[in-house]
């Protein structure tokens, strides 16, 4: 994806950002309708594991044709990205076997399992990624746009809003996760492009989406710990909200929210960065 997303918005400078809405936004709509009308596409975990290492693909090559773009060795380059990759690959390998093996399901565990999911590879880290010298020169070489324009698969967060659509999850929950999703994952290409189009004019809105799909997740976490069963819960809504403890979709809160909580941290170093620069 981080490939195609860079072939896709090295387009010329004269051309509207925003046309990629033309054929993003149907395509989403299409995504969220095919699952509203085939529940059990969503419930049989296909779709979660296909975009799930689609998107851990994408990461993985555009960090190495990222650090290809630098003056490291090619010793240096390899340290490197091991050293990233495989913690990485080992954190969604984890995380994925205690999901199905229903360790985050309601219930089943005391303190809840779901918010130290979310919270405590930032808290470890975000500190790494911002004071690291070698990650700074990676962030350096790479376009901008990259670590933007990854982030479109936000879009499949619609899948809350298919859950409210059946009335299988809560709308106090469900709206706010599902509009917050959508609308930054639908903006990531044409925010892309402007980094690309105006250079330094688009660093401004690129900053603006971060700090909004950020506040997304802010909202999102919030309340959903606020409405799931458990010691957390403050709000018991009309429809209990338990089915993001439970396997496919505690993929989202326990592994997709803190990973993109990261990029989110990687892309506003390197727009401040290029800014400073």
Same mark, same amino acid.
């Not at 809405?21 to 969503?42: E, K, R, V």
């Not at 975009?51 to 060795?73: F, N, P, Q, S, Y």
């Given at each position: 994806?981080?490939?195609?997303t860079d072939?896709?918005i090295?387009?010329?400078?004269?051309?509207?950002p925003?046309?990629?809405l033309?054929?993003?936004?149907p395509?989403?709509?299409?995504w969220i309708g095919?699952?509203y009308?085939?529940?059990?596409?969503? %419930?049989? +975990? &296909?779709?979660s594991?296909?975009t799930? $290492?689609a998107?851990?693909i994408?990461?993985?090559l555009?960090?190495w *044709? !990222?650090?290809?773009r630098?003056?490291l060795t090619?010793r240096?380059?390899?340290g490197?990205?091991?050293?990233?990759?495989v913690?990485y690959?080992?954190?969604?390998?984890?995380?994925?076997?205690v999901?199905?093996n229903?360790v985050?399901?309601?219930?089943?565990n005391?303190?809840?399992?779901?918010?130290?999911?979310i919270?405590?590879?930032?808290i470890?880290?975000?500190?790494?990624?911002?004071?690291?010298?070698?990650?700074?020169?990676?962030?350096?070489?790479m376009?901008?746009?990259?670590?933007?324009?990854?982030?479109?698969?936000?879009?499949?967060g619609?899948i809350?809003?298919v859950?409210? %659509?059946? +009335? &299988?999850i809560?709308?106090?929950?469900? $709206?706010p996760?599902?509009?917050?999703d959508v609308t930054t994952?639908? *903006? !990531?290409?044409?925010?892309?492009?402007?980094?690309?189009s105006r250079?330094?004019?688009?660093?401004r809105?690129?900053i603006?989406?971060?700090?909004?799909?950020?506040?997304?997740?802010?909202i999102?976490?919030g309340?959903?710990?606020?409405?799931?069963?458990g010691?957390?819960?403050?709000?018991v809504p009309?429809?209990p909200?338990?089915?993001v403890?439970?396997?496919?979709?505690?993929l989202?809160?326990?592994f997709?929210?803190?990973?993109?909580?990261?990029?989110?941290?990687?892309?506003l170093?390197?727009l401040?960065?290029?800014?400073?620069a």
């Amino acid at each position: 994806m981080t490939v195609a997303t860079d072939i896709a918005i090295a387009s010329p400078a004269h051309r509207n950002p925003w046309r990629v809405l033309l054929w993003l936004a149907p395509l989403t709509a299409f995504w969220i309708g095919l699952n509203y009308w085939l529940p059990a596409l969503q %419930a049989s +975990g &296909v779709p979660s594991t296909a975009t799930r $290492l689609a998107i851990h693909i994408a990461i993985v090559l555009g960090l190495w *044709l !990222a650090l290809e773009r630098t003056g490291l060795t090619q010793r240096q380059r390899l340290g490197l990205w091991l050293a990233v990759v495989v913690p990485y690959t080992l954190w969604l390998a984890v995380i994925w076997s205690v999901a199905v093996n229903g360790v985050f399901r309601p219930g089943n565990n005391t303190p809840p399992l779901v918010p130290l999911a979310i919270f405590l590879p930032v808290i470890v880290g975000a500190p790494i990624l911002l004071r690291s010298k070698r990650i700074g020169e990676v962030l350096d070489a790479m376009p901008a746009s990259w670590l933007v324009g990854l982030q479109v698969y936000r879009v499949l967060g619609g899948i809350f809003l298919v859950g409210w %659509a059946r +009335g &299988v999850i809560p709308g106090i929950f469900a $709206l706010p996760a599902g509009i917050g999703d959508v609308t930054t994952g639908l *903006l !990531a290409l044409p925010v892309a492009y402007l980094l690309v189009s105006r250079n330094g004019d688009g660093v401004r809105p690129a900053i603006a989406w971060n700090i909004f799909g950020l506040l997304d997740f802010t909202i999102a976490i919030g309340i959903g710990l606020a409405t799931a069963p458990g010691p957390l819960q403050v709000i018991v809504p009309s429809i209990p909200n338990t089915g993001v403890g439970l396997y496919p979709a505690v993929l989202i809160p326990a592994f997709a929210v803190p990973s993109s909580i990261l990029l989110h941290v990687l892309s506003l170093r390197q727009l401040r960065r290029r800014r400073a620069a």
